[in-house]
């Protein structure tokens, strides 16, 4: 298994919730960057509105000495020398990028709104259709009783705690389904996250 490269996990996890805007061409974009990070450099940094945050990777406005960190983080080059081949490392971080940015936290519930609306009416199908957008492939049993088991023990957390679970499904600059239990789609949206963390969702053969 390859990694794939980072403007293209991005991208797919845009894709997955719903969310990628496949226009083509126009200016440069400003996607969500951590806060004061542009400070470093005596600037503030102008964030896209809209559709323009979730434009395409590729029109991501990039300054060579403040690249964009989540990709920075999945090994892109700086572009501050000529880069022949892209470098693969394995760390914590990546994970950590794909379950705490705010990008992917707004995919994941994006991803968790198709499960309830598009995946089906039980919580196995819904688990599916969204393993199956992810991966193009079926959970196996063993994957599916993990993630069925998973989903209980968060709607169980959120049912105790609804604010935690409106805290998760209101981060990000798109609106959320309000005609959705919020407990149910916190607890979907953690489902989502795993998928969207998953080697098969990440890797290519």
């Known amino acids: 298994l390859s990694r794939l490269p980072a403007q293209m996990i991005r991208d797919q996890a845009l894709s997955l919730g719903g969310l990628l805007v496949d226009r083509v061409g126009g200016p440069p974009v400003y996607p969500y960057q951590p806060e004061g990070l542009w400070a ?4 503030s940094y102008p964030q896209s509105e809209g559709d323009d945050l979730y434009r395409r990777s590729l029109y991501t406005y990039w ?6 960190p989540e990709m920075l983080t999945f090994d892109h080059s700086t572009r501050e ?3 022949v081949r892209t470098e693969r490392t ?10 705490k940015d705010v990008t992917y936290v707004e995919a994941a519930r994006g991803l968790a709104q198709r499960m309830m609306t598009e995946g089906g009416s039980t919580l196995e199908q819904r688990l599916s259709y ?3 957008l992810a991966t193009s492939q079926p959970p196996q049993p ?6 069925v088991d998973n989903f209980h023990q968060n709607l169980d957390h959120y049912r105790a705690d609804r604010q935690a679970a409106l805290d998760l499904v209101s981060m ?3 609106p959320r389904d309000e005609t959705l239990d919020i407990t149910e789609l916190a607890s979907y949206t ?10 098969r969702t990440n890797n290519k053969e």
């Open 172 to 174: 990000g600059e798109s």
């Open 90 to 99: 394995n760390t914590p971080l990546h994970a950590l990028t794909l379950m």
């Open 130 to 132: 969204a393993y199956r």
């Open 81 to 83: 020398v000529t880069n």
């Open 190 to 199: 953690m489902m989502a996250y795993v998928i969207l963390n998953i080697d």
């Open 40 to 43: 470093q450099a005596g600037e």
């Open 63 to 68: 300054r060579r000495t403040l690249g964009p």
């Open 142 to 147: 063993d994957a599916e009783a993990a993630l």
